[in-house]
């Protein structure tokens, strides 16, 4: 399985992929445009109140299978 990019976006919006790919893909090539969206209300921090990547991470793969 090739590896994709995934977009997490805080916001109480909610977008499309689709939506969101058309007006990225005005300023980004292909290539770099996320294959997965995800919006949440809130990011999850860390104790330092920086973004937890590895929460964000374990939640995305359990919401994948």
């Known amino acids: 399985e090739r590896e994709k990019i995934v977009l997490f976006l805080e916001s109480e919006a909610e977008f499309t992929l689709r939506k969101f790919n058309?007006?990225?893909?005005?300023?980004?090539?292909k290539y770099m445009l996320p294959g997965a969206l995800f919006c949440l209300e809130e990011l999850p921090l860390t104790a330092n109140r920086k973004i937890d990547r590895k929460k964000l991470k374990t939640d995305y793969m359990e919401s994948k299978n």
């Open 22 to 29: 058309m007006q990225l893909g005005t300023r980004l090539p």
